[in-house]
Protein backbone atom coordinates (compact mmCIF):
# COMPACT_ATOMS: atom_id res chain seq x y z
CA UNK A 1 0.00 0.00 0.00
CA UNK A 2 1.47 3.24 -1.02
CA UNK A 3 0.85 6.18 1.40
CA UNK A 4 0.58 9.34 -0.55
CA UNK A 5 -0.22 12.74 1.24
CA UNK A 6 -2.54 14.59 -1.55
CA UNK A 7 -1.72 17.89 -0.63
CA UNK A 8 2.05 17.67 -1.16
CA UNK A 9 2.39 14.42 -3.65
CA UNK A 10 4.84 12.98 -0.94
CA UNK A 11 5.11 9.10 -0.86
CA UNK A 12 6.59 7.91 2.44
CA UNK A 13 7.89 5.17 1.94
CA UNK A 14 7.69 2.09 4.25
CA UNK A 15 11.21 1.00 6.07
CA UNK A 16 11.52 -2.50 3.67
CA UNK A 17 11.32 -0.12 0.64
CA UNK A 18 13.88 2.47 2.37
CA UNK A 19 16.21 -0.56 2.90
CA UNK A 20 15.92 -1.78 -0.27
CA UNK A 21 16.30 1.63 -2.17
CA UNK A 22 19.01 2.05 0.64
CA UNK A 23 20.77 -1.26 -1.48
CA UNK A 24 20.34 0.16 -4.84
CA UNK A 25 23.14 3.27 -4.31
CA UNK A 26 26.48 2.93 -3.29
CA UNK A 27 27.22 7.17 -1.95
CA UNK A 28 25.19 8.70 0.57
CA UNK A 29 25.83 11.70 3.33
CA UNK A 30 27.10 11.84 6.41
CA UNK A 31 25.78 14.66 8.88
CA UNK A 32 27.05 14.75 12.19
CA UNK A 33 27.04 18.22 14.60
CA UNK A 34 30.27 18.70 15.87
CA UNK A 35 30.57 21.35 18.69
CA UNK A 36 27.03 22.34 18.12
CA UNK A 37 27.94 22.66 14.03
CA UNK A 38 26.78 20.89 11.33
CA UNK A 39 29.22 18.79 9.17
CA UNK A 40 28.03 17.00 6.32
CA UNK A 41 30.64 14.27 4.07
CA UNK A 42 29.92 12.25 1.23
CA UNK A 43 31.28 8.50 1.86
CA UNK A 44 30.86 5.01 -0.06
CA UNK A 45 29.06 2.39 1.74
CA UNK A 46 27.41 -0.62 1.78
CA UNK A 47 24.15 -2.03 3.28
CA UNK A 48 24.84 -4.90 6.14
CA UNK A 49 21.76 -6.62 7.05
CA UNK A 50 19.49 -3.36 8.48
CA UNK A 51 22.69 -1.10 8.87
CA UNK A 52 25.05 0.92 7.07
CA UNK A 53 28.83 0.80 6.75
CA UNK A 54 31.57 3.07 5.69
CA UNK A 55 34.96 3.33 5.69
CA UNK A 56 37.27 6.63 7.00
CA UNK A 57 40.43 7.92 7.71
CA UNK A 58 41.14 9.98 10.99
CA UNK A 59 39.39 13.19 11.50
CA UNK A 60 36.06 14.67 11.83
CA UNK A 61 33.95 12.04 10.41
CA UNK A 62 35.61 9.11 12.98
CA UNK A 63 35.78 11.82 16.08
CA UNK A 64 32.28 12.60 15.65
CA UNK A 65 31.74 8.79 15.60
CA UNK A 66 33.88 7.03 18.39
CA UNK A 67 32.13 10.14 20.33
CA UNK A 68 29.13 8.15 20.10
CA UNK A 69 26.91 11.19 19.14
CA UNK A 70 23.93 10.81 16.79
CA UNK A 71 24.73 10.80 13.12
CA UNK A 72 22.49 11.12 10.24
CA UNK A 73 22.94 9.54 7.16
CA UNK A 74 21.28 10.57 3.77
CA UNK A 75 20.90 9.14 0.35
CA UNK A 76 18.81 9.69 -2.35
CA UNK A 77 18.39 8.96 -6.33
CA UNK A 78 17.22 12.16 -8.16
CA UNK A 79 16.22 12.29 -11.90
CA UNK A 80 16.17 15.72 -12.77
CA UNK A 81 14.73 15.25 -16.47
CA UNK A 82 11.55 14.13 -14.44
CA UNK A 83 11.69 15.98 -11.81
CA UNK A 84 11.09 13.33 -9.39
CA UNK A 85 13.01 11.28 -6.99
CA UNK A 86 13.70 9.67 -3.34
CA UNK A 87 15.42 10.17 -0.52
CA UNK A 88 16.49 7.76 2.39
CA UNK A 89 17.27 9.16 5.68
CA UNK A 90 18.99 7.10 8.41
CA UNK A 91 18.89 8.55 12.34
CA UNK A 92 21.02 6.90 14.68
CA UNK A 93 24.28 6.48 16.51
CA UNK A 94 27.55 5.29 14.17
CA UNK A 95 30.28 3.40 16.13
CA UNK A 96 33.70 1.37 14.88
CA UNK A 97 34.00 -1.47 14.16
CA UNK A 98 37.13 -2.69 15.98
CA UNK A 99 38.50 -5.98 17.42
CA UNK A 100 36.57 -6.24 20.30
CA UNK A 101 33.43 -6.34 18.59
CA UNK A 102 32.16 -9.32 17.94
CA UNK A 103 33.85 -12.16 15.60
CA UNK A 104 31.07 -12.26 12.86
CA UNK A 105 30.48 -8.73 13.20
CA UNK A 106 34.31 -8.11 11.78
CA UNK A 107 34.19 -10.97 9.53
CA UNK A 108 30.84 -10.12 7.66
CA UNK A 109 32.25 -6.33 7.23
CA UNK A 110 35.22 -7.74 5.86
CA UNK A 111 33.54 -9.59 3.33
CA UNK A 112 31.44 -6.62 2.14
CA UNK A 113 32.26 -4.73 -1.20
CA UNK A 114 33.28 -1.83 0.07
CA UNK A 115 35.82 0.51 -1.95
CA UNK A 116 36.22 3.70 -1.36
CA UNK A 117 36.73 6.06 -4.35
CA UNK A 118 39.84 7.77 -2.81
CA UNK A 119 42.87 6.36 -2.32
CA UNK A 120 43.64 7.87 0.90
CA UNK A 121 44.32 5.05 3.45
CA UNK A 122 40.61 4.47 5.20
CA UNK A 123 41.48 1.92 7.77
CA UNK A 124 38.56 2.66 9.99
CA UNK A 125 35.23 0.90 9.60
CA UNK A 126 32.68 2.18 10.80
CA UNK A 127 28.76 0.83 11.41
CA UNK A 128 25.72 3.24 11.54
CA UNK A 129 23.00 0.90 13.36
CA UNK A 130 19.56 1.00 15.42
CA UNK A 131 18.87 3.52 12.88
CA UNK A 132 15.28 5.02 12.54
CA UNK A 133 14.57 4.63 8.87
CA UNK A 134 12.34 7.06 6.58
CA UNK A 135 11.63 7.97 3.51
CA UNK A 136 9.83 9.93 0.89
CA UNK A 137 9.37 9.66 -2.94
CA UNK A 138 8.53 12.58 -5.13
CA UNK A 139 6.46 12.24 -8.39
CA UNK A 140 7.25 14.33 -11.20
CA UNK A 141 5.48 17.28 -12.22
CA UNK A 142 6.34 19.73 -15.20
CA UNK A 143 7.45 23.54 -14.58
CA UNK A 144 4.63 24.72 -16.04
CA UNK A 145 2.82 23.26 -12.68
CA UNK A 146 4.80 24.65 -10.40
CA UNK B 1 46.43 24.82 -11.88
CA UNK B 2 44.86 21.75 -10.49
CA UNK B 3 45.48 20.85 -6.59
CA UNK B 4 46.03 17.16 -6.29
CA UNK B 5 47.06 15.64 -3.56
CA UNK B 6 49.36 13.00 -4.86
CA UNK B 7 48.73 10.91 -1.82
CA UNK B 8 45.10 10.29 -2.11
CA UNK B 9 44.36 11.57 -5.34
CA UNK B 10 41.83 14.28 -4.73
CA UNK B 11 41.44 17.50 -6.47
CA UNK B 12 41.05 20.54 -4.66
CA UNK B 13 38.51 22.53 -6.17
CA UNK B 14 39.50 26.09 -6.66
CA UNK B 15 36.16 28.77 -5.27
CA UNK B 16 35.01 29.88 -8.74
CA UNK B 17 35.17 25.86 -10.25
CA UNK B 18 32.93 25.24 -7.03
CA UNK B 19 30.42 27.99 -7.86
CA UNK B 20 30.10 26.79 -11.50
CA UNK B 21 29.78 23.21 -10.84
CA UNK B 22 26.71 24.62 -8.19
CA UNK B 23 25.10 25.91 -10.78
CA UNK B 24 25.12 22.77 -13.15
CA UNK B 25 23.16 20.98 -10.23
CA UNK B 26 19.50 21.76 -8.87
CA UNK B 27 19.19 19.65 -5.63
CA UNK B 28 21.65 19.86 -2.56
CA UNK B 29 21.22 18.66 1.04
CA UNK B 30 21.12 21.04 3.81
CA UNK B 31 22.32 20.29 7.14
CA UNK B 32 22.07 21.99 10.31
CA UNK B 33 22.23 20.85 14.24
CA UNK B 34 19.18 20.93 15.62
CA UNK B 35 19.72 21.09 19.76
CA UNK B 36 23.26 19.37 18.96
CA UNK B 37 21.53 16.72 16.93
CA UNK B 38 22.45 17.03 13.03
CA UNK B 39 19.46 17.27 10.57
CA UNK B 40 19.61 16.59 6.81
CA UNK B 41 17.19 18.09 4.18
CA UNK B 42 17.46 17.40 0.47
CA UNK B 43 16.59 21.09 -1.38
CA UNK B 44 15.87 22.36 -5.09
CA UNK B 45 18.03 25.26 -5.13
CA UNK B 46 19.39 28.02 -7.30
CA UNK B 47 22.63 29.97 -7.34
CA UNK B 48 22.27 34.12 -6.64
CA UNK B 49 25.61 35.72 -7.28
CA UNK B 50 27.65 33.98 -4.76
CA UNK B 51 24.68 32.61 -2.56
CA UNK B 52 22.51 30.05 -2.62
CA UNK B 53 18.52 30.25 -2.57
CA UNK B 54 15.99 27.75 -1.65
CA UNK B 55 12.31 27.89 -0.67
CA UNK B 56 10.71 25.99 2.44
CA UNK B 57 7.72 25.43 4.54
CA UNK B 58 7.42 25.99 7.75
CA UNK B 59 9.35 22.96 10.02
CA UNK B 60 12.79 22.07 10.71
CA UNK B 61 14.30 23.58 8.23
CA UNK B 62 12.97 26.81 8.54
CA UNK B 63 13.12 27.05 12.52
CA UNK B 64 16.80 26.17 11.85
CA UNK B 65 17.39 29.26 9.36
CA UNK B 66 15.66 31.69 11.32
CA UNK B 67 17.54 30.88 14.31
CA UNK B 68 20.79 32.10 12.36
CA UNK B 69 22.44 28.99 13.27
CA UNK B 70 25.25 27.42 10.78
CA UNK B 71 24.07 25.38 8.28
CA UNK B 72 26.42 23.10 5.69
CA UNK B 73 25.00 22.44 2.34
CA UNK B 74 26.19 20.09 0.04
CA UNK B 75 26.21 19.51 -3.48
CA UNK B 76 27.83 16.54 -5.63
CA UNK B 77 27.81 14.71 -8.81
CA UNK B 78 29.03 11.10 -9.14
CA UNK B 79 29.47 8.65 -11.76
CA UNK B 80 29.11 5.51 -10.04
CA UNK B 81 30.25 3.50 -13.16
CA UNK B 82 33.60 5.50 -13.80
CA UNK B 83 33.95 5.54 -9.80
CA UNK B 84 34.46 9.40 -10.14
CA UNK B 85 32.96 12.46 -9.13
CA UNK B 86 32.90 16.08 -7.48
CA UNK B 87 31.21 17.43 -3.93
CA UNK B 88 31.17 21.39 -2.94
CA UNK B 89 30.40 22.51 0.67
CA UNK B 90 28.75 25.56 1.63
CA UNK B 91 29.83 26.56 5.36
CA UNK B 92 27.47 29.72 6.23
CA UNK B 93 24.57 31.25 7.53
CA UNK B 94 20.87 31.21 5.92
CA UNK B 95 18.64 33.39 6.66
CA UNK B 96 14.89 34.01 5.26
CA UNK B 97 13.97 36.89 2.59
CA UNK B 98 11.59 38.93 3.99
CA UNK B 99 9.86 42.21 2.71
CA UNK B 100 12.50 43.71 5.14
CA UNK B 101 15.66 42.68 2.53
CA UNK B 102 16.60 44.63 0.05
CA UNK B 103 14.31 45.64 -2.67
CA UNK B 104 16.87 44.53 -5.37
CA UNK B 105 17.83 41.03 -3.33
CA UNK B 106 13.79 40.54 -3.34
CA UNK B 107 13.00 40.99 -6.77
CA UNK B 108 16.33 39.15 -8.08
CA UNK B 109 15.15 36.38 -5.89
CA UNK B 110 11.31 35.94 -7.19
CA UNK B 111 13.04 35.67 -10.70
CA UNK B 112 15.33 32.81 -10.23
CA UNK B 113 13.74 29.69 -11.85
CA UNK B 114 13.42 28.24 -8.35
CA UNK B 115 10.72 25.14 -8.89
CA UNK B 116 10.58 23.12 -5.76
CA UNK B 117 9.82 19.09 -6.75
CA UNK B 118 6.98 18.79 -4.42
CA UNK B 119 3.73 20.70 -4.73
CA UNK B 120 3.56 21.40 -1.11
CA UNK B 121 3.49 24.96 -0.46
CA UNK B 122 6.83 26.58 0.69
CA UNK B 123 6.16 30.36 1.00
CA UNK B 124 9.76 30.98 2.53
CA UNK B 125 12.24 32.05 0.66
CA UNK B 126 16.06 31.41 2.59
CA UNK B 127 19.47 32.16 1.34
CA UNK B 128 23.02 30.93 1.99
CA UNK B 129 25.21 33.34 2.30
CA UNK B 130 28.69 34.49 3.15
CA UNK B 131 29.21 30.96 2.45
CA UNK B 132 32.61 29.20 2.64
CA UNK B 133 33.05 27.47 -0.13
CA UNK B 134 35.40 23.89 -0.77
CA UNK B 135 35.23 21.29 -3.09
CA UNK B 136 37.00 18.07 -4.05
CA UNK B 137 36.98 15.98 -7.10
CA UNK B 138 37.52 12.11 -7.43
CA UNK B 139 39.30 10.53 -10.63
CA UNK B 140 37.82 7.40 -10.67
CA UNK B 141 39.81 3.83 -10.40
CA UNK B 142 39.00 0.35 -10.23
CA UNK B 143 37.65 -1.83 -8.25
CA UNK B 144 41.02 -3.79 -8.48
CA UNK B 145 43.33 -1.08 -7.45
CA UNK B 146 41.11 -1.02 -3.90
Known amino acids: MKLIDPKTGIEVLSPEECLRLLRTQEVGRLAVAVGGFPAIFPV ?39 RSGWSV ?22 RLALYPWSQHDKPHLVRISDATVTGRRVRGRSVAES
Chains 1, 2 share one sequence.
Open 44 to 82: NYVVDDDGVLFRTGAGTKLEAVTRGGSVVFEVDHLDTAA
Open 89 to 110: ILNGRAHEITKYDNAAVRQRAG
